[in-house]
C-alpha cells in the first residue's frame, strides 16, 4: 500500500489516467489531509468538483491551489471556466486575461479568449483570437488531443470569417479596381486575399543561384519573348513528332523524379521513380540528348528559336513533360532566378490546372507561357487522359547580357567548389 506523499501522488495520476476517477480523487484527497498546499492535489480535486456539477466547491479548490503556484496559466484558465459555469463573466475574463499576462502563447488561454468573444456576438474580434490560437498550434498533425475539437472549430470561424472580409474588400475597391490597367488588375486581386489573409505572398525561392532584386513576376508578359509566336506556328509539327515518338519510343519517357535511397525526398515521395511525371529529355542540365533530338528534328528546329538560358550542368533543360490521369506535383520551387521556365501544351484534356503563386491557369493546346519556377507551383491533371506539355527553360528577360554571363560563371565557380569537395572526400 502506497504510504508516501509522493507514491499517493503516482497513484492518484495513474488511476485517472486508467479513468478510475472515483479511486483518483479518494487518493488526492489523501494527498490534500497530508499536505493541505499540495498544488496537484487542490487541482485535482478542484477538476473533480467540477465534473461532478459542484462549481462552488471547485472555485474554493482552484482558488485555493492558484493561491500556491500564481504562475500557473493552467489554473487561471481552468478558474474561467468555473466562472463562466457560475455565470460570473467579469471574472471570467479576467482570468482569461491573467492567464495570457502570465504566458501570452499557451493555447487554452488563446482559445477561452477566443471564445469568450465568440460568445458576447464580438465575431471579428472572436476570429482573430483564434487566428492567434492557430498560429501558436502550428501543424494540425501536432493538435492536441484534448483540444482537437475546439481547433477544429476555430479554423472554421477564421475561415468564414476570411471568406467574408475578402468579398467585402473585393466588393468596396471593385470601382477603383475598374479603373486599373487591365494588364495589373490581377496583383490587386492577389494583394485583396493577402490583406484579408486567405492566401500569402509567394516570393521567389531559389535552390540554386538566387539573384536579388529580381521582382518575383508568376507569368511573364508574351511580348518580352519575341521567340514566342513562331513557336507557337510550329504545334502541329511537334504534337507530331511527340505522337510518332510515342507509337515509336513511348518507353524512353522515364520518371522526372530520381531520388537515391537515402536521399530525403520530402514533398517527392508519391513521385519518386513513378511514371506519373515522366519526361522524354531533349536536353538535360546543360547537355543536349542527341538521340531524343535525332528522332524530333521539328521540335529540335523549334527549340533553336528559343533565347535559351545556358549554365553549364544546370540548364537549358526541356523534355516532353507527360503528366498521367490523376496525378499531382506537389507545390516546389525551383532552381534559379536568372531563367524562366515556358509550357508549349500539346495534349490537354479537361479538369488539368497548373498555379503559380496565387495565379491559376489551364493550359491550351498551342499557347505558350512562361513562368518563374522560383516562385512555389504545382500541377494537377484531375482527367482520365494523359497530358503533354513541351517544357524548356529560357533566360529571365529582365537580365542584360553581361548579368547572364555573371549568372554563367557564378553557377560555374559554385560548381567548382562543390567538386574539389567531392575529390577532398574520396581521397
Known amino acids: 500500500m502506497a504510504t508516501s506523499l509522493s507514491e499517493l501522488v503516482g497513484a492518484a495520476a495513474a488511476a485517472a489516467a486508467a479513468g478510475r476517477w472515483q479511486e483518483a480523487e479518494r487518493i488526492w484527497e489523501q494527498v490534500k489531509q497530508l499536505d493541505g498546499g499540495n498544488v496537484q492535489a487542490l487541482f485535482s480535486l478542484g477538476v473533480h468538483a467540477f465534473q461532478r456539477g459542484d462549481a462552488t466547491a471547485a472555485l474554493e479548490l482552484l482558488q485555493a491551489a492558484r493561491a500556491q503556484a500564481p504562475k500557473d496559466p493552467m489554473l487561471a484558465v481552468t ?3 468555473v466562472f463562466r459555469e ?13 492567464a495570457l499576462r502570465i504566458d501570452a502563447y499557451f493555447l487554452p ?34 493538435w492536441p488531443p484534448a483540444l482537437r475539437r ?3 472549430h476555430a479554423r472554421a470561424l477564421v475561415q468564414a470569417d476570411t471568406d467574408g472580409l475578402t468579398a467585402y474588400l473585393a466588393h468596396r475597391v471593385a470601382a477603383t479596381r475598374a479603373t486599373v490597367h487591365a494588364t495589373l488588375a490581377d496583383r490587386w486581386d492577389e494583394a485583396v486575399s493577402i490583406l484579408a489573409g486567405r492566401t500569402r505572398p509567394y516570393r521567389s525561392e531559389c535552390n540554386q543561384l538566387h539573384v536579388p532584386r529580381l521582382p518575383a513576376i508568376t507569368f511573364y508578359d508574351d511580348a518580352l519573348f519575341p521567340w514566342m509566336r513562331e513557336l507557337e506556328s ?34 517527392w515521395d508519391k513521385l519518386n521513380h513513378s511514371r506519373n511525371w515522366s519526361g522524354f529529355h531533349l536536353y538535360a542540365h546543360g547537355e543536349p540528348v542527341q538521340a531524343h533530338l535525332s528522332q524530333c528534328p521539328r521540335t529540335a528546329e523549334a527549340l533553336a528559336l528559343v533565347d535559351a538560358a545556358e549554365i553549364a550542368g544546370l540548364c537549358p533543360n526541356a523534355m516532353f513533360s507527360a503528366l498521367s490521369p490523376g496525378a499531382h506535383i506537389p507545390p ?7 531563367r524562366l521556365v515556358a509550357h508549349l501544351p500539346l495534349v490537354v484534356p479537361d479538369k488539368c490546372m497548373y498555379r503559380v503563386g496565387y495565379d491559376r491557369r489551364k493550359w491550351r493546346e498551342g499557347k505558350c507561357w512562361v513562368f518563374d519556377d522560383t516562385i512555389e507551383h504545382e500541377a ?19 537580365l542584360s547580357h ?3 554571363e555573371m549568372a554563367a560563371a557564378l553557377a560555374g565557380a559554385m560548381r567548382e567548389w562543390r567538386s574539389a569537395g567531392e575529390v577532398e572526400r574520396m581521397l
Open 380 to 398: 494537377r491533371n484531375e482527367s482520365d487522359q494523359m497530358r503533354v506539355i513541351l517544357m524548356f527553360d529560357v533566360w529571365n528577360p529582365l
Open 332 to 338: 516546389h520551387t525551383g532552381e534559379t532566378n536568372v
Open 402 to 404: 553581361a548579368e547572364r
Open 86 to 98: 457560475l455565470a460570473q463573466p467579469e471574472r471570467e475574463w479576467e482570468a482569461i486575461v491573467d
Open 79 to 81: 478558474l474561467s471556466r
Open 234 to 267: 510550329r504545334t502541329e509539327a511537334i504534337k507530331s513528332e511527340l505522337q510518332s515518338m510515342l507509337e515509336s519510343s513511348g518507353d524512353a519517357f522515364v520518371p522526372y523524379i530520381q531520388y537515391r535511397p537515402g536521399d530525403p525526398v520530402n514533398q
Open 109 to 142: 488561454g488563446l482559445l477561452g479568449k477566443a471564445e469568450f468573444l465568440e460568445r458576447r456576438g464580438r465575431t471579428r474580434m472572436a476570429a482573430a483570437a483564434f487566428r492567434d490560437a492557430l498560429t501558436v498550434a502550428s501543424d494540425e498533425s501536432q
Open 150 to 152: 475546439r481547433l477544429e
